[in-house]
Structures are given as C-alpha cells and as structure tokens.
C-alpha cells in the first residue's frame, strides 16, 4: 500500500468506533453509485424485520466473537464428508 493510504488508514483507525462506522458507510456509499431499487426494498424490509425482532426480544444478540465461533465451526462442519 501506498505511503498516505497507509497514513489514512491508520488514522482512521485511532477514531472512536462510531466514527470508524460512519466512515465505512459513507466510503461504501461512494462505491455504490447506481442502486437496485427492488433490491434496496428488499434489504430495507428485511432490516426493519431483523430490527423488530431484536427490540421484541424474539431473538438474542450474541458477541460478535461467538458468531464468528460458530459460523466457522458450522462452516467446518459442512465441509467434511
């Protein structure tokens, strides 16, 4: 990588998390100029059903560390015979 890439990432990395997320979005959103419209309705109805499935307490949130365990140990267990 480049010397002021590396420069911006690793200032962009001494950021508070909120602030490395909003730069995520706002980065990705310049990546994704055209939009599937269908696709987007489709995400945002989906997003909403996930969203009121955890303010309604029918799912529970794990850490991020325990699903990344599981996924790879079903992910390990998928591939074996």
Do not use: F, N, Y
Not at 18 to 34: F, H, I, K, P, Y
């Amino acid at each position: 990588m480049k010397g002021r890439e590396e420069q911006v990432i690793i200032q962009a990395l001494r950021l508070p998390r909120s602030a490395r997320a909003a730069l995520v979005a706002r980065l990705l959103d310049t990546l994704d100029a055209e939009v599937d419209e269908d696709s987007q309705q489709t995400w945002d109805k989906e997003i909403g059903k996930r969203l009121d499935e955890i303010d309604s307490g029918r799912v529970k949130l794990v850490p991020r560390s325990e699903a990344r365990r599981r996924s790879l140990r079903h992910r390990s267990a998928a591939s074996k015979p």
